[in-house]
């Protein structure tokens, strides 16, 4: 832990930086929002997509799913830095009939239709479907996904099917090997965004009310943040924007998720009244309207505890070098009151 002389607090970069290519003032709307607000924002940008045909998929595959080298880029067979047990090409391995694995592929609706009575506009909606092997996509089925113990069965790139052992839901799910488990869970938070005013009506023991479950939005709120946003993401998000004329937010701006969802959510940011927060390659930076004594912690967006120190004045400078981007919640507790403010590094 290390302090400094209290230095005038220097002027702050925007913390919210775009990773794909969103057109200028796409999301001016949505800035400095959260919880609630920022998703009635970002689903009031990006309703009223245009709307594909079922027919109209497999061409789009080709511009948003294709891999450097031309084949199809799926998830459920693709290892990545390593050798995929088989390619398919576009047209000519696109199914009808299929007996096993490497046969064709067809459209994994990651949102599986059923959740949604295969309504549209949800049932060609592309950010949430991809081109998959049809023999791992029939295994996977209408599964929630989650985290399997004992699989059942595996695929030739380690998709696994069993008992869920994430805490809160014991039947059977599909868990998707680690490489794309963000990819999945930034088009959950889409669903979740895009159809907000519909989730209502849905089924899925993912979902609850208008929203995810709880094991769920914990479970994806983890997979978002082990598995980063990708160029494979941010060069189909801008393939998929010029199909259907809207984005995926949470692939442009990560940050957002945590932000709605989990620990960070409805917390207000730290240039609120009474406490200025900013967070930099050099720590965390507190300036006070009063000199306080209690602890401070630095959290990461999930709640895990980073680290736990001192303030015994108005102003502190410190918790060693921060070194992943992100979602921070820094929290002062003094006297029994408990204080805690959003910052992105």
Same mark, same amino acid.
């Given at each position: 832990?290390?302090? #400094?002389?209290?230095?005038?607090?220097?002027?702050?970069? !925007?913390?919210?930086?775009?990773? /794909?290519?969103?057109?200028?003032?796409?999301?001016?709307?949505?800035?400095? =929002?959260?919880?609630? @607000?920022?998703?009635?924002?970002?689903?009031?940008?990006?309703?009223?997509?245009? %709307?594909?045909?079922?027919? !109209?998929?497999?061409?789009?595959?080709?511009?948003?799913?294709?891999?450097?080298?031309?084949? %199809?880029?799926?998830?459920?067979?693709?290892?990545?830095?390593?050798?995929?047990?088989?390619?398919?090409?576009?047209?000519?391995?696109?199914?009808?009939?299929?007996?096993?694995?490497?046969?064709?592929?067809?459209?994994?609706?990651?949102?599986?239709?059923?959740?949604?009575?295969?309504?549209?506009?949800?049932?060609?909606?592309?950010?949430?479907?991809?081109?998959?092997?049809?023999?791992?996509?029939?295994?996977?089925?209408?599964?929630?996904? /989650?985290?399997?113990?004992?699989?059942?069965?595996?695929?030739?790139?380690?998709?696994? %099917?069993?008992?869920?052992?994430?805490?809160?839901? !014991?039947?059977?799910?599909?868990?998707?090997?680690?490489?794309?488990?963000?990819?999945?869970?930034?088009?959950?938070?889409?669903?979740?965004?895009?159809?907000?005013?519909?989730?209502? !009506?849905?089924?899925?023991?993912?979902?609850? /009310?208008?929203?995810? @479950?709880?094991?769920?939005?914990?479970? =994806?709120?983890?997979?978002?943040?082990?598995?980063?946003?990708?160029?494979?993401?941010?060069?189909?998000?801008?393939?998929?924007?010029?199909?259907?004329?809207?984005?995926?937010?949470?692939?442009?701006?990560?940050?957002?998720?945590?932000?709605?969802?989990?620990?960070?959510? /409805?917390?207000?940011?730290?240039?609120?009244?009474? @406490?200025?927060?900013?967070?930099?390659?050099?720590?965390?930076?507190?300036?006070?309207?009063?000199?306080?004594?209690?602890?401070?912690?630095?959290?990461?967006?999930?709640? #895990?505890?980073?680290?736990?120190?001192?303030?015994?004045?108005?102003?502190?400078?410190?918790?060693?070098?921060?070194?992943?981007?992100?979602?921070?919640? %820094?929290?002062?507790?003094? #006297?029994? @009151?408990?204080?805690? #403010?959003?910052?992105?590094?």
């Amino acid at each position: 832990m290390r302090f #400094r002389t209290c230095l005038p607090v220097p002027l702050l970069l !925007s913390a919210c930086t775009s990773i /794909g290519q969103p057109p200028p003032g796409y999301y001016d709307s949505a800035q400095g =929002l959260s919880g609630q @607000a920022l998703r009635q924002a970002l689903h009031d940008i990006i309703d009223g997509h245009t %709307v594909q045909s079922n027919a !109209s998929l497999w061409t789009a595959f080709q511009a948003a799913d294709a891999r450097p080298d031309g084949y %199809v880029w799926d998830i459920y067979s693709d290892i990545p830095g390593g050798t995929p047990p088989y390619l398919f090409t576009f047209v000519t391995d696109q199914c009808g009939t299929y007996s096993g694995e490497g046969d064709c592929y067809n459209r994994e609706h990651t949102f599986p239709k059923s959740w949604f009575n295969d309504a549209p506009p949800m049932d060609t909606d592309l950010h949430h479907i991809f081109p998959t092997d049809a023999w791992v996509n029939q295994h996977r089925g209408n599964l929630p996904y /989650g985290e399997v113990g004992s699989a059942d069965w595996t695929s030739q790139n380690g998709t696994r %099917v069993g008992l869920n052992t994430f805490p809160g839901y !014991s039947g059977t799910v599909c868990e998707p090997i680690d490489a794309y488990k963000g990819d999945l869970a930034r088009t959950y938070f889409y669903m979740l965004t895009r159809y907000m005013d519909q989730i209502g !009506s849905w089924s899925s023991p993912m979902l609850q /009310g208008t929203d995810l @479950a709880p094991w769920a939005e914990e479970m =994806l709120l983890q997979w978002a943040q082990d598995d980063p946003v990708s160029t494979k993401e941010q060069d189909r998000n801008n393939a998929v924007f010029a199909i259907q004329d809207n984005r995926n937010p949470y692939i442009d701006h990560p940050e957002w998720i945590t932000a709605i969802w989990g620990p960070t959510a /409805g917390i207000v940011d730290g240039q609120a009244t009474g @406490a200025f927060v900013y967070a930099d390659e050099s720590g965390v930076h507190v300036r006070l309207d009063r000199p306080v004594s209690g602890t401070i912690t630095l959290s990461d967006a999930i709640g #895990r505890t980073i680290w736990t120190g001192s303030i015994n004045s108005a102003c502190y400078d410190g918790g060693g070098t921060l070194q992943v981007p992100g979602v921070y919640l %820094v929290t002062l507790h003094q #006297r029994g @009151a408990t204080l805690v #403010r959003r910052v992105v590094f």
